[in-house]
């Protein structure tokens, strides 16, 4: 599979802020570049607290990214029943969670050695994209 490193930042600003258009929760960014066996560049790990806010949560991200950086998601995984959704873009995977499927899976700590960052809900400005 082709990873593309270019647009990173911007791909990584355009899911967060679709996250947070949705009221995700818990956004935390890990940064797995330092990692010797990684899968992509990029995980970035929210939840939502009902199965529609996870389906909304996934298509506020594939909206926003679709605007900005004009990308679209190579697959997608889990929107039959909306516990886990995975939305991958090649250097940036995005895992959406029900709640408590996120603490049973508790990805965060079985990717401990990457450089985690909690993202905070703050209005990007069109700068910013």
């Not at 990692?35 to 790990?45: G, K, P």
């Not at 873009?89 to 990717?111: C, D, Q, T």
């Not at 450089?115 to 910013?128: Q, T």
């Amino acid at each position: 599979m082709k990873k593309r490193s270019d647009g990173a930042e911007v791909l990584l600003k355009s899911v967060v802020k679709g996250i947070f258009e949705k009221k995700g929760q818990d956004v935390l960014k890990l940064d797995l570049r330092k990692l010797e066996n990684r899968i992509t560049d990029y995980f970035v790990i929210c939840h939502g607290t009902s199965v529609t806010q996870v389906d909304s949560i996934c298509y506020s991200v594939e909206d926003s990214v679709r605007k900005k950086p004009g990308e679209k998601p190579i697959h997608v995984e889990g929107l039959d029943n909306c516990f886990w959704v995975l939305l991958d873009y090649g250097n940036v995977v995005v895992h959406i969670f029900l709640k408590e499927y996120r603490h049973f899976y508790s990805l965060e700590s079985l990717w401990a050695d990457a450089d985690i960052e909690a993202m905070e809900d703050r209005k990007l400005k069109v700068n910013d994209l």
